[in-house]
């Protein structure tokens, strides 16, 4: 039987959150990750250090990729650093980075990409593919999404979201 027009317009429907749609998508998403992360030896949160630093490397080409700060990581995924330090850690022990001081300034970590994480990268080239096919939408559709997501997640940082 089809919702009444009441049930429709109760703003307190669970299934009219747009919290709740977010919640239980995300756990979703991230279970079609998984299988697909875990060849790589990374965690869905290790696999967002490693694509932040990627996209680093990229954009210095020809230099084997400059080394980010861990704030700026931080301030890329929009988390503290206290969240990020143990994935570095084992992103660290695992080979795929390197932590160093900075010359410049003892409170500052540099984060960079070792031989074995830029080579990682190739192998991972094949996750966002399989995840597009898994999801079974298109990718027009999922482009999409994204775009409304960050505008959505602009908004609420704006709002004051994510302050300590």
């Known amino acids: 039987m089809p919702p009444t027009i009441a049930a429709d317009l109760d703003p307190l429907s669970l299934q009219r959150q747009v919290c709740f749609a977010l919640?239980?998508?995300?756990?979703?998403?991230?279970?079609?990750?998984?299988?697909l992360l875990e060849p790589l030896g990374l965690t869905h949160p290790q696999y967002l250090v490693m694509l932040a630093l990627w996209d680093e490397a990229k954009s210095d080409a020809g230099r084997n990729g400059k080394a980010l700060s861990v704030k700026e990581i931080?301030?890329?995924?929009?988390?503290?650093?206290?969240t990020l330090s143990p994935m570095l850690k084992r992103l660290e022990s695992q080979g795929l980075i390197t932590r160093t001081r900075s010359s410049t300034d003892e409170r500052t970590t540099q984060v960079a990409l070792t031989r074995q994480g830029r080579n990682l990268r190739r192998q991972a080239l094949k996750v966002p593919l399989a995840v597009v096919e898994r999801l079974g939408v298109?990718?027009?559709?999922?482009?999409?999404?994204?775009?409304?997501?960050?505008?959505?997640?602009?908004a609420a940082v704006a709002a004051g979201a994510l302050r300590a």
């Open 74 to 82: 931080a301030a890329l995924l929009q988390l503290d650093s206290a």
């Open 23 to 35: 919640a239980v998508t995300n756990r979703a998403v991230l279970a079609v990750y998984r299988p």
């Open 138 to 154: 298109e990718l027009s559709e999922l482009e999409h999404l994204r775009e409304v997501l960050t505008r959505i997640n602009t």
